[in-house]
């Protein structure tokens, strides 16, 4: 059994020492993790050590039943990490398609791979996709574009998928 392993085994024992052992491991790595999402150092390491914080104030006899199954300790903490971030950007609305007037950052020519993302799209559908990150409700967009409504919602979906490809693919790319 590998060491963080160990450790998280005598944490989850009720060996608080242990974990922070752990956290002198994990906290740079958990950190990187964070500041890929939240883009702000500060921010990151907050969201970690509330993470650790977190795990500290969990009572002994709950920990068994909630994290004894955990196998690969620094990916169960990296998702850990990683959910808390999203959390603190939907918190912050932050994320893009719920912000107003983040779109014109997003298309500018600071952000070069959103606008390369979108010529994978068809004009029809960049028109609908952008229609919809203007803040138009579906029905709006259906009358504006004479489609039907679930036509509107099934192009939103495509483009969706095509664009998260996109990006998972430039993620793939920088690792």
């Known amino acids: 059994m590998k060491k963080n392993e160990l450790l998280w085994m005598?944490?989850?024992q009720g060996e608080n020492e242990a974990l922070g052992e752990l956290y002198s491991e994990l906290f740079e790595p958990l950190v990187f993790v964070s500041f890929y999402l939240v883009k702000d150092n500060d921010v990151a390491r907050d969201i970690v050590g509330d993470l650790f914080v977190f795990l500290l104030s969990v009572e002994v006899k709950e920990r068994g039943a909630k994290w004894k199954e955990v196998?690969?300790?620094k990916t169960y903490l990296s998702?850990?990490?990683?959910?808390?971030s999203i959390d603190h950007l939907r918190k912050t609305k932050l994320?893009?398609?719920k912000t107003e007037g983040?779109?014109?950052a997003i298309t500018t020519e600071d952000n070069p791979f959103f606008s390369e993302g979108l010529t994978l799209l068809k004009d029809e559908e960049k028109e609908v996709f952008q229609m919809h990150l203007d803040g138009y409700k579906n029905e709006e967009i259906a009358e504006k574009r004479r489609l039907t409504e679930k036509t509107v919602r099934n192009k939103l979906s495509?483009?969706?998928k095509k664009m998260k490809t996109y990006f998972k693919s430039l993620l793939i790319f920088f690792a």
């Open 10 to 12: 005598r944490f989850v």
């Open 71 to 73: 196998n690969t300790v």
């Open 79 to 84: 998702v850990a990490v990683r959910n808390k």
């Open 95 to 97: 994320h893009f398609i």
């Open 102 to 104: 983040l779109v014109g």
């Open 158 to 160: 495509l483009t969706r």
